[in-house]
């Protein structure tokens, strides 16, 4: 168990609505990331929140967005969601930057019909 | 641009085989970070191990032994007596050390290892 939680494990939802994933990070890690992993594009880095504040930020579209919340969990929406969107999404945390080692919650899989 | 590259996409070993899954790496950075995740069917991401630039000493931890080569720019994994628990996905993912704006970890596209009784 890597002390990340993510919610929910399991996401069935229809083209053009809206998701929100929950990620509670390991206790004292103050670094979240979000990736997605897809067949096609493979293990993409998405965005990254320190103690509240944005990172670094990857390949994230326009109509996802993230936040990181004071207790230090974060929330990870995507809207108007399209087939493409289906993938697995990854949260991880750190105690700071990517260059430690990042600890990985098992995903939420979420399927766009 | 930093790139990571897994050209082996599968293998298939019979158990107590020796198996090496190979890594290479582009960066322009003298800085930066190697790491090897591993992906069981459960689905979570475990890491392996960490590596920086500057610490070209191979590592070995029980049955997983490392070879990092800055010449041929590689970091090469290696299992040793292998078992039908190291099936998985295995991932080699490089960070670059941005001083204090972390990097974020740029992943190969895996190799699936297989591994029969």
């Known amino acids: 168990d890597s002390g990340v939680t993510q919610t929910p494990k399991h996401l069935i939802t229809a083209t053009g609505q809206r998701v929100t994933l929950r990620c509670s990070p390991r206790?004292?890690?103050?670094?979240v990331y979000w990736y997605q992993q897809s067949l096609d594009q493979g293990l993409q880095f998405l965005i990254q929140?320190?103690?509240?504040?944005?990172?670094a930020k990857g390949n994230i579209l326009e109509r996802f967005s993230a936040q990181q919340f004071p207790d230090l969990h974060s929330e990870l929406n995507l809207s108007s969601l399209e087939l493409g969107d289906s993938a697995l999404y990854f949260c991880?945390?750190?105690?700071?930057?990517?260059?430690?080692?990042?600890?990985f919650g098992s995903g939420t899989q979420l399927s766009v019909l | 641009a930093q790139k990571v590259t897994q050209a082996q996409t599968e293998i298939s070993v019979v158990e107590k085989e020796d198996v090496t899954l190979d890594c290479v790496y582009e960066?322009?950075?003298?800085?930066?970070?190697l790491f090897w995740y591993k992906q069981p069917p459960s689905g979570e991401l475990v890491f392996l191990i960490r590596?920086?630039?500057?610490?070209?000493q191979n590592e070995i931890s029980g049955r997983y032994s490392w070879n990092f080569q800055k010449s041929t720019s590689s970091f090469n994994f290696t299992i040793t007596a292998s078992q039908v628990v190291d099936s998985a996905v295995y991932f080699c993912?490089?960070?670059?050390?941005?001083?204090?704006?972390?990097?974020?970890?740029?992943f190969g596209k895996g190799t699936k290892l297989s591994v029969k009784p």
């Open positions: 991880a945390s750190s105690e700071g930057g990517a260059n430690e080692k990042l600890f």
């Open positions: 206790s004292g890690d103050l670094s």
């Open positions: 929140y320190y103690n509240g504040e944005e990172r």
């Open positions: 960066t322009r950075d003298t800085t930066y970070y």
């Open positions: 590596r920086n630039s500057f610490d070209e």
């Open positions: 993912a490089l960070s670059e050390d941005y001083g204090g704006s972390q990097g974020n970890l740029i």
